[in-house]
Every structure is written in structure tokens, then in C-alpha cells.
């Protein structure tokens, strides 16, 4: 199906996030991210805060209904008292807010005279505090957008706010969260709805992304940078994808979420033109028909106190086996709402009910619940508590059916790229300001000091690499997205009559190269390595041709220093003298051989430490003064 | 405080603190909810609260408009509610239930009573006693709070001992009044003075009284003072009739430890389990469902026919002196030349002041007697809080103790403090004062120090 992004009135609007290099945004812990040694683990509940005017906010309710165990493992190094929740924050980091004020610069965004730190309400335990420290550093005005090949993407604002600890597992209704993310930097990066169809939401990302990693302290590798992606069509309900972290199926989730919001939007629309204004829903205790199934499943969970709860959904038989959009039916759309409040999901006659064994169950349901022969069936085993939240949450959600899309934010799987359900879209009111942190005030002239400090646009480095360097249009911009990119620019400046294309060979070729043929572990090279390396090819000592094998060595001997290398294993070039004194022992070895032959067998013994193109000269005057 | 020409704009333009702005600078127009300034030293910004929720300041400058927004709808932020799950919670529909045991809760302010306004984020003190609900909902199905006292509401390093009087009598007519026990919420940096007071002031008690604080305020998720009021109820509903303070025993979630009033200590300055016990055990471990692990079983147990009588006489005139290397003695002999009555040195180790210095001037041999000769009673309590004191280890002690000086054994400085204020309250007679300040009179000694009770 191809979608007429036009016609459907799609709006889309994406939030960057990424991560910042730097250290913790309020305390001093280290921002790497190892994980190598875990120190200690606590255990913590959170509890539904009364929001602002007393109410509580609704994704803060929701979430504490689940009666949820959070297990936070922390690692050395990279957690402290602040990140347990048991220490007020430290100051600011003042290099990650000079880059988040710096990135504001670049993008022509008006920075506050004064910059709160503000808490917004995170209960589903990704915060050990139960908020998360956020502070807005920059607004949009109209000079601040990025320039697409479908028009002016709009910036409208920018914050700088910590990092959530990061989900290791889950079991029962024990969550695990490592520590070590907790914390770290974000700079998150909204845009104006402005994005036209799915392809432009992969070329803002991309562009946006490409200008933060301009900045030297961002962080690198997966996961540090990414996306929420705000959707709606036909100005309906506007839900949020939060994180989705691969820009290369960016396309594809978008193009899924907005067949979902059509599914839905059809599917009311059929409910409807039915005569359907009302779905009348509700849930009937049904255990009794159960108590001696034959179904496996049934008969353990009853077994463990579980009861079984049903309900008939009017006229959807079919509906839940229908996919809202690839790899996913709107029955599982409909189960994680179940899943949501602890259930392990539900059952309905849109399955094959053999499967479970329970087809005479639900024949007797049918009578029981009067059903007719175009509804649903579903029903959820589990404890009570469970059970009765559960299906309220599937039966609510059906009901929405008739209103059309929910407001919600999804959770993304990047291996289906479809989205699952995670909490109703929060509200503004989820905030209010970190008392423990001093309000930054931007002083007269800040600005105009730290501006001198504004890195190179990676765009602009492309170009330059080009211009200056005489890169071609490829390698100038595959060396500018490597990560060896700032080694790349500190040798080219320090060795200046070695060619840049040869160091950019050497990082993008040979390099990966020497990885995928030979399997050899090229991380264990450090900068100093490659420092040691050029210079020596500064100084004539090593040539192009016999870099590979130099590494190759260096790997097996860490120890050894590049010129002890080049001594120990002869692979300085050759004094013209020297080359002599072989081409002349190969002819005496090989007497009357033609001197194609003699240049051949030259060539290989020479190889890589005297130049090819004056063996054969060499040769011909040997051979010629015999 | 604004600048006199802000502040002028806002009176003629009617804009007050809750006023929807619009804040206009070089063509640049920005929403927002007016809020009270954060900094008082800026007397050129305002702060607003955007529709984000974020707060920002702005500074009024020569071409900045100030008015009143034309979408002034003061809250609409506040009002959505967009999805059914967000549904109201009514205080109102929160009340206890008769059946469950009859208990009182004394609010004297502290983080654990504090709610912040939103909007500001100033913190406040909790207004209704029903409030302590919304924070703690689960009390509900333990005990049946009748009474909920809030005689005073500060911060506990306001406290002094005319709230520890106060609140002490209190207790004494709640418990008198049929209260299965009382709970006190307090501030955690005194928390464990007004312990040992409430120990030494309730000397016949017979029933349970919980001290309750929190390391992290009710606005937050992470609330501790939640399962330490679940905790505290479940104790006061049970069976061991002390003064405890009843908090994290740990940096989980999961129980919460009983510690005697006058064998406690705050050990951290934000840790939840901040509370330890110091030379000794604590009395039990207490979960949030109401299981209980006893752990020294050397406490007074309930009896419901006992009257409580509280004893508050206390003598003000005292006070703590931290000893330290190159003290000056006339730090001492100020206090005497003020008339007080008792002194509670911090001494170290073992229970040392300097006395054989190199430089005389600073040995407080001579101002020890001038204080003792004035029947001033002088305490040697250990800053080294783990362990005891002792009187014939070294010489400096055999001096102060020729020179009359009590030796406090185990018990804590900050009790120490407490029980001389108490003593000194009761009696004028010397030899009862070291008789009185001696004997075990609310758990403050420990007959025997067991090896566990070290950094416990």
C-alpha cells in the first residue's frame, strides 16, 4: 500500500536525543557506559505522586498501579549516591552545557536569560528519584531550521535533561535497570511538525544527527542517539514512538505507525457505518466453567488462584485477526493492553482455539454470554487483581475503538519495527522545578566567549577535506562520519608532507581491511599508536606498501616502538645501492632470463621497500651494462 | 523583589503571580504562566512557566512588552486529562477505618510533612492532616488515626527542648486517651535528640511511640517516608512499648529498622538508612505487611493499663562543647561565667580532653576544677561514638575524673545532652545528679558491647 502522505494530512514531528560524552549531567560519575563491574544492587518501589493541582498525572497513576519491584544494578565507576536517589544533585556539568548552549548557537536558537532545572514525572522506574532532571536551554524563532530537500524543518526547541537508566530484564513483576545510563547528558532536539511523508523523516534524522556529531563530545555507537517520533493523520490523536535508535529502518516504522492510525481510523469508521454507537462491554467472572478443563494452561493457572474473566467484544469477530499494519494483528495490539497491567495476555475465538484445547469451554461461553455469531469472545486467566485490571484495560481500549486513535506513547521493536503500547501521552503538568539545583543564569557576554569554541560542521569538514586536502568526494566524506575522524585530522595536521589520501586509505581501507580478511582485533591500536606509525611515513622510513604488515606486527608486539618495528623486521625502504646489490644477486642466480622475468622476480623481493616504477629502470641498466 | 518599573508595569497591566503573559522582545513572543521569582537578587527577570511545563526566566529589557495573554485561561495547562486512566484521586474518599486499633500522629514539620507547590516548587508544609493520606494511602488498612496533632511545624534544626516538652506532653495524653500509640513525623537532622528526649521525658511508658522522618519528600516517586509510616504503624500496633525511631534499615525498600530513641544516630546526611543504631542492636526489624524479626529482646513490652506520665522538667542552662586539637579551655570558662549548670564535652577516644599539653595555657586541667568548684556537672562523652569511655586507661582521664568529671560510658553525646538537661531538671543534689547520670534510665547503656554492634 502505498500511502499518499499528502492526502492523509500527515503531520510528524521527531525529538533527538543524544547522548553526551561528557560525564553525568549532575554529579561526577563517568559517562562511558562499561558495565564491566557491578558493585552493588538495591531495590526500590516508586509511588503515585499527587501532581499539580492534587490530581495525579495519569501515566504517573497508571504506572503504579502495576505493583512493580525495580532492581537497580550499579556498576563501578559509573554510579553514585546521586544516581541511587540517595544524595541531592551536584552542579550543572559545565562542559555539556556549554555544548547544549553551543548547539543552540549553531542552530540560531534564542537561549533564556535564565535556565531552570525542572523534574518531570517518570514512575515506570527508569529514575530511581521518579522524575527525570530536564532544563530547556533553547527556543526556535524563525532563522532557526534545517534546510531539506523538502523545505525548512523547523526547530522548536531544545532541552538538556539526564538520561533514564536502561532496562536489563524483566521477571514477574521485577524490573532490572542498570545504573550506568542514568544520568548521562541528552541533548533532545524538537522539531516543528514539518516533515512530509517518511522519507523526509529519514533525512531530517539524519541531517540533525549529522550536525550534532559535529561535536566532539557526543557520544558514539548504538543506542546514543535517539529518535521520538510524533505522528498523526487526518489531525487526529497525535502518539508518540519513543526511541527508536536505527536510522537506516527509520522509513519503515514511520510508514507502519501511519498505517496503524489508518487501520484504526477505518476500523471506527466500519463500527459506524454498522450502527454501532456504543460498545456496551463488560467483563463476567467465568471461572466456573474452567474449574475442569482440560486445558493445560487453564487448569495451572487455576491451579495458582488464578480466576477467568470474559467479555464479548459485539461485532468483531474477525477484526482481531485483521493486521494494522505488517507483522502485527490488532488481537496483539489489543493483549498488550492486558500485558500492561501484569496479565500474560488473553484468549479469544479469533484463535484457534485448539491450540489451547479450550474449543468446548467457548462454546459453552457463547450460550452463557448470549453471544452472537459475529462477536468476540476473549477472556484472561489470571489472580484476581490482575484479571479485573487487565481485561478493564482491554475493555476500555475497545471501547476507544469508536473514537478512533488513542494518545499514547508506544514503545518501538526494531526487530518488527512496529510499535507496542506504553502509557497514555503524559502532560505538561508532569513538571516542576529541581529546587536542589541553583537556576542558571546566562551572563552578559557568556555567549559570546564560548562561541569561539563552536566546532566545525561536519558538512563543513567534508567540503574542506575536499578543498584542501584533495580527498575525493567519497573518501572526504566517508572519513568525515568515521570515528577516526578527529585521529584523521590531527595527523593530517601534524604531518603535513604525508598525503591525507594516504591516512584516509589507511583508516577506511586498510584498516578494515586487515578486520574482515584477517580477523586482526585493530581496537587494540591506540592514537599514540597511529602518531607513532605516520611518523615514521613521515620521515620516509615506512611506505604505504608495507603498512599492513607493520600493523600486523605491532598487534603481535604492543611493546615495540614503530622504529624498533621497521629496524627489527627490515621494513625500511631501500637505499638505491641496496636495491642494486639484490637485482644484482637475482641475476646472477638466474643467468640468460628474460627481463620481463628479471623485473618480476625484482618486483616481488622488493616489494613495498623501494619504489616499483624504478625497479624496472634499475633492472634495464644492469642488464644493459652486462 | 522587581525593579520598580517591572513592578509598576505589572500593578497598571492587573498581571499578578498565576497571570497568563505575553512576553514580547525583537518580534519574538513567548506564553507563559507568570511565577515568583526563583532568585531574589534578580530584580530584572521574570519567570514564566510555558505550556511545555518548562520554567524559563526572561530579562526585561528597554524593548520588552509585558501583557496579560489573550488566552488567559490561568490553568489550562493543568485541566487535561486525556486518556481514562488519568482519573481523579479524592482526598475526601480517603478516611480510616473504625474497626482498625485507634492511633495519633504528632506532625512537627520536616521533609516527611512537606509537600512543594508545582508550580513554584517552593515547599510547603502539609495544611491537612488528611494529607497525610495522599501521601501514604496504606495507613489506612492498619490503624484507625483519630487524632492528628500538628502543635508546631519547623524544621528539626529549629527544634528546642520547649518543643521536646511540648510534644512529649502530648504524646503522654494521647497515649491517655486510648491511642494504641503515637506516631511523631519530625525533621531528620535532630531526629534522634528529640528521641532520647521523649525517652528520658516518658519514664513509665508503656506503649509504643514511633519517630518518623524522610530523607526524600512526598512530591516524589521515590518517597521513603512511605514505608516508614507503613512501618511505624505497624510497630505502634504491636507489642514493644519504646521510644523508637522507626526509618529504612537499608538503601532498599523493604524493612525498616526499630532503634531505642537514645541509642540512635543520624549517620548520613541523605541516605534513607541514615538512622544506626550505636552500641547496640537495634530492637527489631519491621516490614511493611507487619512481620517483625526481633533482634535483642531486651525491651519493655506493652501494657494498655498503665497511665503514661510524662516528666519534662528540664534544665536549659547546659551545653555541648566539641573537644578538638589547640582547643582553648576559655571556651569553657565562658560557660562558666554564664552560669551554666551542665556541660556535655565531646571528648576524645576514650574520653579525653587535652590536660598535659606543651603549652600550659591550653591544658583544661585548671578550667575542669573551676567548673567542678562551681558545681557545674561536667560529662565526658566519646566523639568517637563507637565504644565506651573509660575513666583509668590514660592520665589525663584520672585527672578528670579526680576533678569530678562523669564519665558517660557507651551513651551517645547528643543523649548525653538530652538525659543532663533531664537530670538537671529533676534534681539540684550533686551526688544524685553522677547517681542519676549513671543509672541506665531509658536504654542509653549498654550493658555489653557485642562485636556486631560496630558500624551496624
Known sequence: MDIDYKAIGFKCGLEIHQALDTGKLFCSCSSALNEKIEFTEIKRHLRPVAGETGTVDASALFESLRKRNFIYHAYKDEACLVDMDAEPPHDINEKAKKTALLFAMLLNMDIPDVIHVMRKTVTDGSATSGFQRTALVATGNETSYIDTTQGKVYLENMSLEEDASKIMGKEGNKTHYSLSRLGIPLIELGTAPDIKDADHVKETAAMIGSLLRSFPETKRGIGTIRQDINISVFDGARTEIKGWQDLSRIKLITENEVKRHLFLLGLKTELESKGIKKLDIKPVDVTDIFVHTKSRVISDLIRQNAIVLATVLPGFKGILQREVCPKKTFGRELAEYAKSFGSNGMIHTDEDLSKYNLAHEFNLLKKLLNAQPDDLILIIAETKTIAEQSIDAVIMRTKYVLKGVPEETRIPNHVTATSSYARPLSGAHRMYPETDVKTICIAPGYLDRIRKDMPETLESKRSRFEKELKLNAELASTITISHYLSTFETLTKKYKNVDAKDIANFFINTLSDLKKRESIDISRLSETDYEDMFAQVSDGRLLKDTISQFVKIKIKHPELFADEIITNYNLAPLTESEAKNIIDAIIAENPNTPIGAVIGMSMSKLKGRFDGKKIAILVGNILSRK | ?456
Open chain 2, 1 to 456: 523583589m522587581y525593579l520598580k518599573k517591572i513592578k509598576d508595569t505589572l500593578e497598571t497591566k492587573k498581571i499578578s503571580v498565576g497571570t497568563r503573559l505575553e512576553v514580547t522582545r525583537e518580534n519574538k513572543k513567548i506564553e507563559g504562566i507568570l511565577l515568583p521569582n526563583a532568585d531574589d537578587s534578580a530584580k530584572d527577570i521574570i519567570t514564566l512557566k510555558l505550556d511545555s511545563g518548562y520554567n524559563i526566566g526572561i530579562k526585561i529589557r528597554e524593548n520588552t512588552i509585558i501583557n496579560k495573554s489573550k488566552n488567559n485561561t490561568a490553568d489550562d495547562l493543568i485541566s487535561e486529562e486525556n486518556y481514562e486512566f488519568g482519573k481523579k484521586r479524592d482526598i475526601k474518599s480517603l478516611v480510616f477505618d473504625k474497626k482498625k486499633p485507634k492511633a495519633s500522629l504528632i506532625a512537627t514539620g520536616g521533609t516527611i510533612s512537606s509537600r512543594v507547590d508545582y508550580k513554584t516548587g517552593a515547599v510547603t508544609m502539609l495544611m491537612e492532616p488528611q494529607e497525610i493520606l495522599t501521601t501514604t494511602p496504606e495507613l489506612k488498612d492498619i490503624i484507625n488515626l483519630t487524632s492528628i496533632l500538628s502543635p508546631f511545624r519547623i524544621a528539626s534544626e529549629d527544634m528546642t527542648p520547649s518543643e521536646w516538652q511540648n510534644i512529649a506532653e502530648l504524646v503522654a495524653n494521647e497515649l491517655n486517651s486510648g491511642a494504641v500509640g503515637v506516631i511523631v513525623t519530625h525533621g531528620t537532622d535532630t531526629l534522634h535528640y528529640t528521641a532520647a528526649a521523649l525517652s528520658f521525658m516518658l519514664p513509665g511508658l508503656k506503649k509504643p511511640v514511633a519517630l518518623v522522618g524522610a530523607q526524600r519528600s512526598p512530591d516524589r516517586a521515590s518517597f521513603d517516608g512511605a514505608m516508614n509510616l507503613i512501618c511505624a504503624s505497624r510497630y505502634i500496633t504491636g507489642n514493644i512499648a519504646e521510644v523508637a525511631i522507626v526509618m529504612h534499615a537499608t538503601m532498599n525498600d523493604d524493612y525498616c529498622l526499630i532503634n531505642r530513641g537514645t541509642k540512635v544516630r543520624k549517620m548520613h546526611t541523605s541516605r534513607r538508612d541514615a538512622f544506626r543504631p550505636i552500641n547496640t542492636l537495634p530492637i527489631g526489624a519491621i516490614y511493611t505487611c507487619g512481620k517483625l524479626d526481633i533482634i535483642d529482646d531486651n525491651y519493655k513490652r506493652r501494657d494498655n493499663k498503665e497511665k503514661t506520665v510524662a516528666d519534662t522538667r528540664f534544665d536549659k542552662k547546659i551545653a555541648m562543647i566539641n573537644i578538638y586539637p589547640g582547643i582553648n579551655p576559655e571556651i569553657l570558662d565562658w560557660h562558666i561565667d554564664k552560669g551554666y549548670k551542665g556541660i556535655v564535652l565531646n571528648t576524645t577516644a576514650l574520653g579525653h580532653v587535652p590536660i598535659d599539653t606543651i603549652d600550659k595555657n591550653l591544658s583544661w586541667e585548671k578550667v575542669l576544677a573551676r567548673a567542678t568548684d562551681k558545681g557545674i556537672t561536667i560529662i565526658s562523652a566519646s566523639q568517637t561514638l563507637y565504644g565506651t569511655t573509660h575513666a583509668h586507661v590514660y592520665r589525663s582521664a584520672v585527672k578528670m575524673d579526680k576533678l569530678g568529671v562523669i564519665f558517660a560510658k557507651d551513651m551517645l553525646p547528643e543523649t548525653a545532652y538530652v538525659k543532663l538537661g533531664c537530670v538537671l531538671g529533676r534534681t539540684k543534689d550533686k551526688a544524685e545528679i553522677r547517681e542519676l547520670m549513671l543509672t541506665n534510665l531509658a536504654g542509653e547503656f549498654s550493658e555489653k558491647l557485642v562485636p556486631k554492634s560496630f558500624l551496624y
